[in-house]
């Protein structure tokens, strides 16, 4: 383990150097990139320095038992010698999981898209419901969320909503809630007080940059048109409205949540720069799949990960057959010992695949 983490910290001190040359430092593109990676090892590093330093004090005090005649020396260094095998299994199973290449997009923002599935109204305000909890959650740990487009439900809630979460790691936790959520009560327009079986569909996408993504303005078709729905004097009598087409790949995404034109089109590049690179970044998906038996974070769209079922008080994620009976608090955004327990699974995943 030593000769790779000396590997790694060479890789670290060269990284280092080059962030200093000069030609770097004017090239933001380059810099930019070397950047990212320098920062990425520093907890690497970190632990490397420490495990070394453990390392270092296992040798001198196997040293002192077998070389000194103190008895009472001899003891402590027997003592010592003991918590520090102890803390060297569990710092290697540490650096071990370290090791393991994380998913290159983890740290970055996200964009998140709730939408509205089977069940009519009662989807619409499921997925209101799953925004709500969204927001809180993301409330809880400090990051900023930023509306793009909404759609509202005619009874309420959503048809469509998509929103960027900007902060530190943050699509290296959403990504869990990529899929369908099932949710299983009464509909407030249900008479009989049936239970009904709805769903919403989440797509989390990491938010890609314009490093990330190369689009060419004669690629692009832009088109400009009066928005409609709720809005003021601006609806149907200003051009805010932005249709954007990606000609090579066909994607077409239509922003008029703002009053701005401007504002509209540097959320449609975004949400259109983040679909093209959703593109490439599934094949890696995929290939991972064929790797693992298992994919906790598929991005699959189509797969049931969640059911909600409010009679029971009952939330389970059909993934790792985890189940909480907190249903309300889990709305009102209590959501992290449930992504704590996916990030456990997959760990455990990828430490399984490492040693195969």
């Known amino acids: 383990m030593l000769d790779k983490l000396d590997a790694i910290y060479q890789r670290f001190l060269d990284l280092e150097k080059q962030m200093a040359r000069p030609d770097v430092m004017s090239d933001m593109k380059s810099f930019v990139k070397l950047n990212k990676d320098y920062k990425e090892l520093q907890p690497i590093i970190a632990a490397y320095k420490d495990y070394k330093t453990l390392m270092n004090g296992i040798d001198t005090a196997r040293t002192i038992l077998s070389d000194e005649k103190d008895a009472e020396l001899r003891e402590f260094a027997r003592e010592e010698l003991d918590s520090m095998l102890e803390k060297q299994e569990k710092m290697e199973e540490d650096i071990r999981l370290m090791l393991i290449p994380a998913d290159p997009q983890d740290g970055k923002n996200a964009v998140v898209e709730i939408r509205a599935g089977t069940g009519g109204d009662e989807a619409s305000l499921f997925a209101g419901d799953l925004y709500r909890m969204y927001t809180r959650y993301c409330e809880t740990k400090g990051w900023k969320i930023d509306p793009v487009s909404v759609a509202e439900g005619t009874v309420g809630g959503f ?14 936790l959403m990504k869990y809630e990529s899929g369908v959520h099932r949710v299983q009560r009464v509909p407030a327009t249900e008479t009989q007080g049936r239970v009904h079986t709805s769903a919403a569909t989440v797509a989390v996408l990491p938010e890609a940059d314009e490093f990330d993504v190369d689009i060419k303005p004669n690629d692009i078709r832009k088109d400009t048109y ?65 790797k693992r038996k298992t994919m906790v974070s598929s991005g699959d769209r189509s797969a049931k990960i969640r059911t909600y079922n409010y009679p029971q008080s ?12 907190n249903l309300p608090v889990f709305m009102d955004g209590d959501i992290q010992e449930m992504i704590n327990q996916l990030q456990l699974a997959e760990n455990a995943e990828r430490l399984k695949e490492a040693v195969e």
């Open 159 to 172: 048809k469509e909503v998509i929103f960027e979460v900007k902060g530190e790691g943050v699509y290296g």
């Open 226 to 290: 009066c928005s409609s729905g709720p809005g003021g004097q601006s609806v149907n009598t200003t051009y805010s409205a932005v249709r954007l087409t990606h000609i090579p790949t066909g994607i077409v995404v239509a922003i008029q949540d703002e009053k701005s034109q401007l504002k509209n089109l540097e959320k449609a590049m975004t949400v259109l720069r983040t679909r093209i690179f959703e593109m490439e970044y599934q094949k890696y998906l995929d290939e991972i799949s064929k």
């Open 314 to 325: 009952r939330v389970t994620d059909h993934r790792i057959n985890m189940t909480v009976y």
